[in-house]
T-cell receptor, first 111, second 115 residues
Framework: QKEVEQNSGPLSVPEGAIASLNCTYS??????FFWYRQYSGKSPELIMF????GDKEDGRFTAQLNKASQYVSLLIRDSQPSDSATYLC???????????FGQGTELSVKP | DVKVTQSSRYLVKRTGEKVFLECVQD?????MFWYRQDPGLGLRLIYF???????EKGDIPEGYSVSREKKERFSLILESASTNQTSMYLC??????????????FGPGTRLTVL
């Protein structure tokens, strides 16, 4: 079993819709969770991190964490074509600074 | 702004060659990482280092070695390149101790092709 798993993509949503990206993890002791966005041909950039159960909002982005069920999700409201990218879920590892990444979900927002 | 730079954006090498990939960060970060990224497999950790001259194996260290002689520089070495090492290589850094929000800052990546 992979340590961090994401929806297999690609995920296609129309412009203005809500995009929902999901991620599950296997280590119940994990404390910190991250969502990175990666445009084609570019390196990943951090868009959200969360470490408390519940929701964390930042503009059009909301991260949701449920430690009991071991999943973390990212909602993108009012999706724009510029949101089209691969979204990587990452979970802290057991050594300082180490992250474990999921395989990524490709999101396509159609105008 | 944190800046992580990598020595080359694109590199083409031949099977059996020794390959050096260089990474430099300018924010005095303790931790540095080397990943490779392949379609459908996400980022896989090759090696990481949390101090000068310290190194730890990641998930896929076979065929690679690393060197960290100075805090700002972390080198990935392919002793004898093989075609299955054709990939995108990403370097990242993060400061020590900020474990709850330890954002990793990535370099632009090096796309290595081994012929």
């Amino acid at each position: 079993q992979k340590e961090v798993e994401q929806n297999s993509g690609p995920l296609s949503v129309p412009e203005g819709a809500i995009a929902s990206l999901n991620c599950t993890y296997s280590d119940r002791g994990s404390q910190s969770f991250f969502w990175y966005r990666q445009y084609s041909g570019k390196s990943p950039e951090l868009i959200m991190f969360i470490y408390s159960n519940g929701d964390k909002e930042d503009g059009r982005f909301t991260a949701q964490l449920n430690k009991a069920s071991q999943y973390v999700s990212l909602l993108i409201r009012d999706s724009q074509p510029s949101d089209s990218a691969t979204y990587l879920c990452a979970v802290e590892g057991n050594q300082g600074g180490k992250l474990i990444f999921g395989q990524g979900t490709e999101l396509s927002v159609k105008p | 702004d944190v800046k992580v730079t990598q020595s080359s954006r694109y590199l083409v090498k031949r099977t059996g060659e020794k390959v050096f990939l260089e990474c430099v960060q300018d924010m005095d970060h303790e931790n540095m990482f080397w990943y490779r990224q392949d379609p459908g497999l996400g980022l896989r950790l090759i090696y990481f280092s949390y101090d000068v001259k310290m190194k730890e194996k990641g998930d896929i260290p076979e065929g690679y070695s690393v060197s960290r002689e100075k805090k700002e520089r972390f080198s990935l070495i392919l002793e004898s390149a093989s075609t299955n090492q054709t990939s995108m290589y990403l370097c990242a850094s993060t400061p020590w101790g900020r474990e709850r929000d330890n954002e990793q800052f990535f370099g632009p990546g090096t796309r290595l092709t081994v012929l």
